[in-house]
């Protein structure tokens, strides 16, 4: 069965410095894997996807993240932190079309979530 | 460009009723989703639809009915709310062209649903 796991509940940062927020998948065959972001009181924001190409990927907000596809990860990184980017972090993976019957749609497998906390 | 809403954005309600909460895209999506948010669980879909007049079920569809008459509205109804439903709910529509692509799912701002 596909799944996504995000192993820490929490992410502290000092403004200014390097983030990281993981995420590990496990899916059937090549995946199509997302990052969103969720503020409080907020709905799910995009932030960026990969398709396939370049390993590395650059979204919204200055964020990127690095495709590995030998460790199966798919983690969001920011060189520089912001006070502002406290939020929760969701990574969601996706099969292929190509895996799937055409009406089952592209349904996302979510994670539990990270929360990120950068204090200034 | 009004994008994905949600009503009500908060209700309370008591256990047995019916409850039902709206969702409304102005893109013309073919694809729209609701899942419900709880601490521990992260997203978990309860249903979506391909297009009107289809849907199916997703992970957590017990207790839910959906309907899809018109394309931008996708609403959700708990037949006979249950403490166990008290969740935040979010609506998402993505647009799928074709088999190869990735298309990202938007997501209305939520509606936080508590059953006393």
Same mark, same amino acid.
């Given at each position: 069965a596909q799944s996504v796991a995000q192993p820490e509940d929490q992410v502290n940062v000092a403004e200014g410095n390097p983030l990281t927020v993981k995420c590990t998948y496990s899916v059937s065959g090549n995946p199509y894997l997302f990052w969103y972001v969720q503020y409080p009181n907020r709905g799910l924001q995009f932030l960026l996807k990969y398709i396939t190409g370049d390993n590395l990927v650059k979204g919204s907000y200055g964020f990127e993240a690095e495709f590995n596809k030998s460790q199966t990860s798919f983690h969001l990184k920011k060189p520089s932190a912001l006070v502002s980017d406290s939020a929760l972090y969701f990574c969601a993976v996706r099969e292929r079309w190509d895996y799937m019957i055409y009406n089952q749609g592209g349904k996302l497998i979510f994670g539990q979530g990270t929360e990120l906390s950068v204090k200034p | 460009d009004a994008g994905i809403t949600q009503s009500p954005r908060y209700k309370i309600t008591e256990t047995g009723r019916q409850v039902t909460l709206m969702c409304h895209q102005t893109w013309s999506h073919s694809y729209m989703f609701w899942y419900r948010q709880d601490l521990g669980h992260g997203l978990r879909l309860i249903y979506y639809s391909a297009a009107a007049d289809i849907t199916d079920k997703g992970e957590v569809p017990d207790g839910y009915v959906v309907s899809r008459s018109k394309t931008e509205n996708f609403p959700l109804t708990l037949e006979s709310a249950t403490r166990s439903q008290t969740s935040v709910y979010f609506c998402a529509s993505s647009e799928s !062209?074709? !088999?190869?692509s990735a298309d990202t799912q938007y997501f209305g701002p939520g509606t936080r649903l508590t059953v006393l």
């Amino acid at each position: 069965a596909q799944s996504v796991a995000q192993p820490e509940d929490q992410v502290n940062v000092a403004e200014g410095n390097p983030l990281t927020v993981k995420c590990t998948y496990s899916v059937s065959g090549n995946p199509y894997l997302f990052w969103y972001v969720q503020y409080p009181n907020r709905g799910l924001q995009f932030l960026l996807k990969y398709i396939t190409g370049d390993n590395l990927v650059k979204g919204s907000y200055g964020f990127e993240a690095e495709f590995n596809k030998s460790q199966t990860s798919f983690h969001l990184k920011k060189p520089s932190a912001l006070v502002s980017d406290s939020a929760l972090y969701f990574c969601a993976v996706r099969e292929r079309w190509d895996y799937m019957i055409y009406n089952q749609g592209g349904k996302l497998i979510f994670g539990q979530g990270t929360e990120l906390s950068v204090k200034p | 460009d009004a994008g994905i809403t949600q009503s009500p954005r908060y209700k309370i309600t008591e256990t047995g009723r019916q409850v039902t909460l709206m969702c409304h895209q102005t893109w013309s999506h073919s694809y729209m989703f609701w899942y419900r948010q709880d601490l521990g669980h992260g997203l978990r879909l309860i249903y979506y639809s391909a297009a009107a007049d289809i849907t199916d079920k997703g992970e957590v569809p017990d207790g839910y009915v959906v309907s899809r008459s018109k394309t931008e509205n996708f609403p959700l109804t708990l037949e006979s709310a249950t403490r166990s439903q008290t969740s935040v709910y979010f609506c998402a529509s993505s647009e799928s !062209r074709d !088999r190869s692509s990735a298309d990202t799912q938007y997501f209305g701002p939520g509606t936080r649903l508590t059953v006393l």
